[in-house]
């Protein structure tokens, strides 16, 4: 992949996983030997917790990942987000509250044969929950 094909495949994959929360496709994504070192510790680090966490996460919130800024060289690529949260359901003992937060990220990405191998993240969750039960 030329670094802009690199850079066009995760913004897609973005759209289609985390957007859409459609993890039907993730095989076109993710590589057979996936690790996913941000997930949390009770979830597997491969894509069955990817798909876990996506289902998770979509349960809780109407999440609109936007890509800010990327930053790629060949085998990786770097996405600075903010991540638009509308609260539809439980999330960490917070019933829903219909609230829309916005919050920054970053993710890093390295990527094998043309699909993802790895993956990082820095979500900044606190402030998620900060600003949910500060409007209760």
Known sequence: MTIQEQKDFIAHYIAITWNLGDTSRLEQ?????????????????NATGLKQW?????ESFQPETIIEDQVAEPGKCM??????????GLWRGISAT?????????????LQDNRIIEHWALIDGNTLEKKLTSQL
Not at 34 to 45: E, F, M, N, Q, R
Not at 79 to 88: D, E, N, Y
């Open 54 to 58: 996506i289902a998770l996460t979509h």
């Open 79 to 88: 996405i600075k987000v903010t991540m638009r949260m509308k609260h539809i």
């Open 98 to 110: 219909g609230l829309t937060v916005s919050i920054p990220g970053y993710r890093c990405f390295r």
């Open 29 to 45: 994504f993710l590589h057979p030997d996936y690790v996913d070192h941000s997930l949390p510790p009770a979830l597997p680090a």
